[in-house]
Every structure is written in structure tokens, then in C-alpha cells.
């Protein structure tokens, strides 16, 4: 089959390797759409958990064209998507039901083979069949909306709360809606290019500002003593650092994006102590595929505007670099 290899760090090849092979209790899907993530920047820059060479993708569906031994729920022809996180269901993280800090984690499209490919293997405990009423284009939406019900669960948001978001990519519109949806009262999105904000007012957010020179004035203007959330989607370690700086006593703030592994911020503790913050993580999703499924399903969150880009495998290096210097929005990939 054809396939997108990451052979080493900062390097891309579209070549040609073995179909994948199903393991009992394994299908193997073919894949009709996947979305180039930020992750997937990270991994080839060598800033993430991966090793070389991969192949990448993560957020993808597509059809079971072949099951494997001890398949019992599945049969081909099945649409599917497949969440690329697999814990082992036995370690110590697991039985607490915490499966994104699996001891013995793999991750599809991250420790093994992924789905910018024609053909993936995944194994059934991790796959969902996607409902009718999904186009293609939507269902590859549902792991990163799995990533945003995670945050969700751990985030409270309260009646009336005022929120501040820091980034308007895709995950960052998907976040807006989320906020809205969940009760706040206020979302402010924060980004440098106009259009996005342009996009997520569109979508709920009920304040923009222009990220650059003289921009505190104008973000605090919304809020004079500070918002209830404030919410990282950047992974930018300088965005990030600043972001407390806007945080209400007795806020929350939530940390999304994905920073460099190694890079810090420095963070004064007396400000947490002095002012009852909450700072929260949140990696990956944790069992949480059926409620992003149900959100696009029921038309709560929208995802249809969010692709700017469709390409076939041959252009991924172009899509990739272009994604990777911020001129589209999600970009998907059709095998």
C-alpha cells in the first residue's frame, strides 16, 4: 500500500510499504478521510513520544474491508473510527479508569503505524461504527472532539462564566463552541489572524481580540477583574505564560495545547496560593469517543467549516508545511 513515512526527524516520504495484516481481535480499516493534528507536528519535529521511522495520522475513519480472529461486533463493510489510544485495560492507571496514563500505552499513528495510509490496523476495543447521518469529513472530527469532551470533564464550567480562549485553529473553535455550549456566558478568543477570529465570533464566541503589541488593554476590557476560565490552545510556552495574568480569583485555567516536551514557563506560586487557582491538564481523551459522537451527531458542535484543505496522499508534504506555518485550518487527507 501507499504511504505517508515520517523516516526521521523533519523529514517526509510518500512510499510504498506492507498491507497491514490483522491480529485476533483486530480489524483492518481503510481509510476515507484523516486530519493532519498539531501533534503531528510535534512528532516530526521530534518533540514528542515517537520514534522513527512512523507512519502518522490519528484522527481518521474510514471502512473494515478485513477482521481478524475472535471479531464478534464488527464485519466489513462497517464504517468506522477508531480512537488511536490503546491502554492495556489491566495496569494500575487502567483499573482507576484512567486509560489516557496506561503504563503500557500505545498510540496509533504515535508508537505504531497510523492511518496516513490506504489501510490501518486497529483493534476492535478502540474502534467505533460511525452513524449514518456522519459524513466522512465529520467522523474524522471524532478524536479531536473526544480530546475537547476530556478537557470538559475535567473543566467546570459554570452558569454565566466568563471565558478566555487563547487560539482560534480548529481545536481552538472546537473549544469556543464547547464553552458556549457548556454555559459561559462570555468566550473572548485570542488570535493573530483576523479571519479565524472572524470564524469563531461565527461559532459563539462573543469577543475577539487581535493577538499582538498593546493587546492586554483590549483582552482586559472584557473582563476588568479577570475571567472565571482561561483556556491555552496554543501550546505556545510565551501565550501561555501571560495567560495567567488574566485569571480571575478563584479561576480555572486549562492548559490544551500541546507544548515542546522540555520547555517551561515561569510561573510565580505565591499568585496560585494568593489567588485559589485551579490549573488543569488535560492529555489526549480518556473514554470519551461515544460523547463526541453524540455532540456531532445532535449537531451540537459544527465541524464542516473548520476543513480548509482536502488532498489526496500525494500532496501531504505540501498540506503538512502549510498547516505547519498556520495558513490553513484543519487539513484532511483522502488516501
Excluded at 484512567?98 to 500505545?106: A, G, S
Aim: charged content about 20%.
Amino acid at each position: 500500500m501507499q504511504a505517508v513515512v515520517f523516516p526521521s526527524p523533519e523529514h517526509i516520504a510518500v512510499e510504498r510499504v506492507s498491507d497491514p495484516a490483522p491480529k485476533p481481535g483486530e480489524v483492518i480499516v481503510k481509510v476515507s478521510q484523516v486530519g493532519i493534528c498539531g501533534t503531528d507536528i510535534h512528532i516530526y519535529r521530534n518533540e514528542y513520544l515517537s520514534q522513527f521511522p512512523l507512519i502518522p495520522g490519528h484522527e481518521f475513519c474510514g471502512t473494515i474491508v478485513e477482521i481478524g480472529k475472535d471479531v464478534r461486533d464488527f464485519k466489513v463493510g462497517d464504517r468506522v473510527a477508531v480512537d488511536p489510544n490503546i491502554a492495556c485495560g489491566e495496569c494500575e492507571f487502567c483499573r482507576a479508569l484512567e486509560p489516557n496514563h496506561c503504563l503500557n500505552w500505545r498510540g496509533i499513528g504515535i508508537t505504531q503505524p497510523g492511518a496516513f495510509a490506504e489501510f490501518v490496523a486497529a483493534p476492535t476495543r478502540v474502534t467505533y461504527k460511525i452513524p449514518d447521518a456522519l459524513s466522512d469529513p465529520q467522523a474524522a472530527f471524532i478524536e479531536p472532539l473526544a480530546c475537547v469532551v476530556h478537557a470538559f470533564n475535567r473543566l467546570r464550567v459554570n452558569p454565566g462564566d466568563h471565558a478566555l480562549l487563547f487560539g482560534a485553529g480548529p481545536m481552538g473553535l472546537l473549544l469556543t463552541q464547547a464553552l458556549r455550549h457548556s454555559g459561559a456566558a462570555q468566550v473572548v478568543v485570542v488570535d493573530k489572524q483576523a479571519e479565524r477570529l472572524k470564524m469563531a465570533l461565527a461559532m459563539g464566541a462573543t469577543g475577539s481580540v487581535v493577538a499582538g503589541s498593546g493587546d492586554a488593554d483590549a483582552i482586559r476590557a472584557h473582563a476588568r477583574h479577570g475571567f472565571h476560565i482561561v483556556v491555552d490552545a496554543t501550546g505556545v510556552p510565551a501565550v501561555i505564560e501571560r495567560a495567567l495574568d488574566y485569571l480571575r480569583p478563584r479561576g480555572q485555567y486549562l492548559q490544551f495545547g500541546v507544548t515542546p516536551i522540555g520547555k517551561t514557563v515561569a510561573l510565580e506560586p505565591y499568585r496560585v496560593f494568593k489567588n485559589d487557582w485551579t490549573i488543569i491538564g488535560t492529555f489526549a481523551l480518556a473514554s470519551t469517543f461515544q460523547p463526541a459522537i453524540a455532540w456531532l451527531e445532535n449537531g451540537v458542535v459544527k465541524v464542516d467549516a473548520l476543513v480548509s484543505d482536502t488532498l489526496p496522499m500525494t500532496s501531504f508534504e505540501s498540506g503538512f508545511q502549510r498547516f505547519m506555518a498556520g495558513k490553513t485550518l484543519k487539513v484532511h487527507v483522502r488516501p
